[in-house]
């Protein structure tokens, strides 16, 4: 993403308030029509801080507020980090002719997420009035699949053959100034293929007529162009890199990942793994309708109401110790709650860290084993707590044992199902996250509700 560093960021302390003066003068100077004296302020503010102002001015205004800003750079920069919705209005309301200049001035990998999500005419029409090297690099980034390193790459690398010295390095570096990031020299031999890495400490460090292939390091970290995206981005974080080359099958550099590219990825998947948690999808945040968000809920709450009827026909199969020790039933609610909020505690552990590639599925023993100590440690303290709690209030030895056992029964199961669930999704190459939802809580409910009966009828020898 690139930078106006001539903005002025807005500072942290009063932001708000600054904010939203702001908002209120350029809206106030837009309905004046005040050309010259809006674009003047525009200019002044940093490109992330005028995104941001833009999610606070009327959404009718927001179109010809955004083609004022003077200049080109900075309005792409703006586009580039508007919410999804205020840029689909964007585009919407735009000439294309407008809309195309604007998307010009986008770094490759940007340009070819927007282009990608375009209506297929209006994308035909916008590639009519690019370049032929913008188009080149759209028709090359669109051919990947947009949630693998080639799809968030960019082709605005800058690379140097490892035959050079270190003089002739710097010196092309200082000719390339429209180049993303140089913080690493990628080299190449006569093929193209990558060979090697020198970062910029390096070139400073060294004589100038040293060649780079005696001073660059061999053993580059490097992905395909094949490769997942949130892998990538694991690997980026991992190994507190700030780009990962990306290389086709015949090890030939085509592009890279930066690390800004690596943040977006990194919210974006952790925004779709809590969705997915607590059971909906991202389509819910891009729409007001309620039907459509009911329609999105439906399928996962299913599960949760099938589970529900499940544990009342599990009941139904208790009435007449229910009939006999009425007071089981008040501790119903205490003996599922607190088995429900161990297992999304655990679940949550579990598919965050497959996501991050913290736990790996051969982890799974160990992380049974430990999952097993919590939830015997957790149920074991919480479970004597309500044991001394059923015998004091109630006046009864059964009522304390029965639900001091379920506690520390449905606690330990619990952690136990809440962990092995990610588990097995994961090796049935189906997304964990959905395990943390419906399916732990479901599962729960229902073993517990049964473990609780279970241990009743046997204390009350019923």
């Not at 833009?54 to 004022?68: G, K, M, N, Q, R």
């Not at 996501?355 to 957790?378: F, M, Q, S, W």
Request: glycine share 6%; with cysteine; net charge negative.
């Amino acid at each position: 993403m690139q930078i106006n560093v001539e903005t002025k960021p807005v500072a942290t302390s009063g932001y708000d308030a600054r904010k939203k003066r702001l908002v209120e003068t350029i809206d106030r100077l837009y309905h004046r029509d005040a050309k010259a004296p809006l674009q003047k302020m525009i200019a002044r503010i940093h490109p992330a801080d005028m995104a941001a102002i833009f999610d606070d001015l009327p959404i009718e205004h927001v179109t010809d507020i955004f083609y004022s800003i003077p200049d080109m750079t900075m309005a792409s920069d703006v586009f580039g980090q508007l919410s999804p919705d205020l840029r689909t209005h964007i585009i919407g309301e735009s000439s294309t002719d407008k809309l195309a200049r604007v998307l010009e001035c986008l770094p490759p990998d940007d340009l070819a997420d927007v282009m990608g999500k375009l209506p297929e005419e209006q994308r035909e029409q916008v590639m009519s009035l690019l370049g032929r090297e913008s188009k080149d690099e759209i028709e090359n980034l669109l051919q990947y699949d947009p949630n693998s390193a080639g799809g968030i790459m960019t082709t605005d690398f800058f690379s140097l053959s490892h035959t050079l010295t270190v003089e002739e390095a710097v010196a092309n570096i200082r000719s390339r100034e429209d180049v993303e990031m140089v913080f690493y020299l990628y080299l190449t031999d006569e093929a193209g293929c990558l060979v090697g890495v020198v970062s910029l400490r390096q070139l400073l460090l060294n004589r100038p007529d040293a060649p780079l292939h005696k001073i660059m390091n061999r053993r580059v970290m490097k992905v395909t162009t094949s490769t997942d995206q949130t892998k990538v981005a694991m690997l980026v974080e991992k190994y507190r890199l700030l780009a990962m080359p990306v290389v086709d099958d015949n090890n030939v550099l085509v592009g890279m990942v930066t690390v800004d590219d690596v943040i977006d990825v990194i919210e974006e998947e952790t925004t779709r793994d809590i969705l997915k948690m607590a059971g909906t999808s991202e389509s819910e945040t891009m729409t007001h309708s309620a039907f459509k968000i009911a329609g999105i809920r439906l399928p996962w709450l299913l599960a949760a109401f099938i589970g529900g009827l499940a544990a009342t026909a599990v009941i139904g199969q208790y009435e007449e110790i229910l009939g006999q020790v009425l007071v089981l039933s008040a501790f119903l609610p205490v003996v599922m709650g607190m088995a429900g909020n161990v297992g999304v505690q655990s679940a949550t552990v579990a598919v965050r860290g497959l996501a991050t590639g913290a736990i790996d599925v051969r982890d799974t023993l160990p992380l049974v084993l430990k999952e097993l100590r919590v939830g015997l440690v957790l149920g074991g303290f919480y479970g004597c707590i309500l044991a001394l709690y059923g015998y004091f209030v109630h006046h009864s030895v059964h009522l304390g044992q029965v639900v001091g056992l379920t506690i520390l029964g449905n606690m330990t199961g619990a952690a136990l199902l809440a962990v092995l669930l990610p588990m097995i999704f994961q090796r049935m190459k189906v997304d964990p996250a959905v395990a943390t939802g419906p399916f732990v809580t479901t599962a729960i409910d229902i073993l517990g509700v049964l473990n609780y009966f279970m241990i009743a009828s046997w204390i009350y020898n019923l």
